[in-house]
């Protein structure tokens, strides 16, 4: 088979969770200047969520509902972007200040994600026990979930298609265009992009750009939340499900350039594409030459990883870096 | 009448590294005051100090009689001092209506768009640039967006890094007449750093030699220019 819809609708689900991830992260380190290590345990923290959502308002009794979304993209919003903006305000401004060096802040994210790590296998713990002791029959079978659940199963259809595939694209191109706007349309955001470029001439001009970075901060850590909500819907559930993302998040960052957030989207919704093509084909043409069924799921990341390769190799400063008149009018897209 | 600012026995410099000794200078109000010297005697830190960006061991600050010796860069902003670093004045990344409207960020915005468009008088040729991000000027372009930057807040001093710098000679000195003739239009008294010490010599009033980092000439900009010793020795003057 050339075209497989399924593998394209959960694809597209997958690949704007990425372009989410990638986006946010390009955010911080346009910010901070730091690879941030505990971005895609942020996305756990908003799957985690979808747990809480389901169990607290009673989804697991009446099966699939808008509610999931409704409660959940909200919440993991806000409590995601605390998260990060605590990590930003105790964790990484007060070293930042002493003069640690960037190589010292990065090694402080990767504490911060095994603190982060922990605090999740500390929730699903105490959930397990929620649910185990639960008088409630149904709530007694959600017991497996905060350790492997698969969360699809409460979430709402549009004809015949899981909402995350449509949802997912539509969460990316809202927020890339609603942070465009915000970025080049309002005062703060203006300010915003002023105080990354030069910190020391905003402060001047009375600009608080301690402020402007919490915000960013905030915003990245809400974005990385939401995009957690759409994740779960498409991999089980699991305090280090973040671990093996956030190989996939930094290459579409690379991809993209990590210094522009459009670019940084597209990075990451590519990436998501080139993994789950590149394992779903490599699987068919291996298949074929040896004759057997042949399964590459837990491969994916080589694919994140040669795209990081190839990027580095052909254009270290990323996709932003291309001239894209010039290849459009090359390939007669443009006149 | 009192200086508009007082240097009192300043010793300054970043970290533990001392650049300033003991120095001394008090500008009046509205004068063109010339800092010279040769490459790094401090010159530059000098006006970085006044402005509150390095640390100060030792000595006073005074502005218009209150003391900002050891303040903040935004606070001593707020009494009315403007300072134009030599490179990174300007947002490169934003257009220059970007830029502009950064420099009035905490006023109203009547009174911002008001300030802005007074300074679009006073500089036409920015009102032709608007909508072009600030890095596709030129050089003498950018200082001049600066100078409009700075001028949007209505400063009463303003402390000007080697202005010219880098900058064709043609450029230089009409970013040094605009200069001059912020002190004759708009009253303000200017303090400026300057690698061509000769133009700037004979357009200022006062004048100061720093030579590793002390003072060694206080007094009229013309005379130091006409000084039988100083010049020809530290400012490649001819005699």
New interface residues.
């Given amino acids: 088979m050339v075209l497989n819809v399924q593998l394209f609708l959960d694809t597209m689900a997958y690949a704007s969770v990425l372009g989410l991830l990638s986006m946010s992260l390009t955010l911080t380190y346009i910010v901070s200047r730091v690879p941030n290590f505990a971005h895609a345990t942020f996305a756990a923290i908003g799957s985690y969520m979808v747990l809480i959502v389901v169990w607290l308002l009673g989804i697991y009794k009446t099966g699939p509902s808008w509610g999931v979304y409704y409660a959940s993209l909200p919440l993991s919003f806000i409590v995601v972007g605390a998260v990060a903006l605590l990590q930003y305000l105790i964790v990484l401004r007060p070293l930042a200040k002493k003069g640690i060096s960037i190589d010292g802040l990065m090694i402080a994210t990767l504490g911060i994600d095994i603190i982060l790590v922990g605090l999740l296998n500390i929730s699903a713990d105490f959930l397990e026990d929620i649910f185990q002791q639960s008088p409630d029959k149904d709530l007694r079978k959600l017991v497996t979930y905060p350790r492997s659940g698969y969360l699809s199963s409460y979430e709402p259809t549009i004809m015949g298609v899981t909402a995350s595939s449509i949802l997912g694209p539509l969460l990316l191109v809202v927020s890339t265009v609603g942070f465009y706007l915000f970025l080049t349309k309002t005062k703060f955001g203006t300010a915003m992009r002023a105080a990354i470029e030069n910190p020391q001439l905003a402060e001047t001009l009375g600009i608080n750009v301690n402020l402007v970075y919490s915000v960013s901060w905030f915003i990245a850590g809400g974005l990385a939340g939401m995009a957690g909500v759409i994740m779960v819907m498409t991999t089980k559930l699991n305090p280090t499900m973040g671990w093996l993302l956030i190989v996939s998040v930094f290459a579409g960052s690379i991809v993209g350039g990590l210094g522009s957030l459009f670019w940084g989207a597209v990075g990451g919704l590519l990436v998501g594409f080139l993994e789950q093509f590149g394992v779903y084909y490599t699987q068919i043409i291996l298949g074929a030459l040896t004759g057997e069924t042949v399964s590459l799921g837990n491969y994916r990341q080589v694919f994140s990883l040669g795209a990081i390769v190839v990027m580095l190799l052909v254009a270290p400063q990323g996709l932003a870096s291309l001239n894209w008149g010039k290849i459009l009018s090359r390939l007669g897209l443009r006149r | 009448m009192a200086p508009i600012l007082e240097v009192k026995g300043v010793d300054a410099g970043y970290g533990k590294l001392q650049i300033l000794f003991n120095v001394s200078m008090e500008v009046e109000s509205k004068d063109i005051f010339v800092i010279v010297g040769p490459n790094g005697s401090g010159k530059s830190t000098l006006l970085k100090t006044i402005?509150g960006l390095t640390r100060i061991y030792k000595g006073s600050i005074r502005f218009n009689g209150e003391e900002i010796t050891g303040k903040p860069?935004?606070d001593i902003?707020?009494t009315g001092i403007a300072?134009l670093?030599q490179t990174?004045?300007?947002?490169?990344?934003?257009t220059v209506a970007?830029n502009l409207?950064?420099?009035a960020?905490?006023l109203p915005s009547d009174l911002a768009e008001e300030r802005i468009s007074e300074v679009l008088e006073r500089f036409p040729l920015l009102k032709a640039r608007l909508k072009d991000k600030a890095m596709t000027l030129s050089g003498g372009q950018r200082q001049i967006l600066a100078m409009a930057?700075s001028l949007i807040r209505k400063p009463k001093l303003m402390l000007f890094d080697e202005p010219t710098a880098a900058l064709a000679p043609k450029l230089a000195a009409e970013i040094l007449d605009e200069i001059i003739k912020l002190r004759d239009e708009l009253g303000i008294t200017i303090i400026l750093v300057e690698q061509n010490a000769k133009k700037a010599l004979q357009m200022g009033d006062k004048a100061l030699l720093l030579v590793g980092g002390r003072v060694m000439y206080r007094g009229g900009a013309k005379e130091l220019l006409e000084h039988p010793e100083l010049g020809a020795l530290y400012l490649g003057l001819k005699k």
């Fill in positions: 402005f860069p935004h902003a707020k300072y670093p990174d004045n300007v947002f490169a990344q934003l970007e409207k950064m420099a960020y905490t930057m």
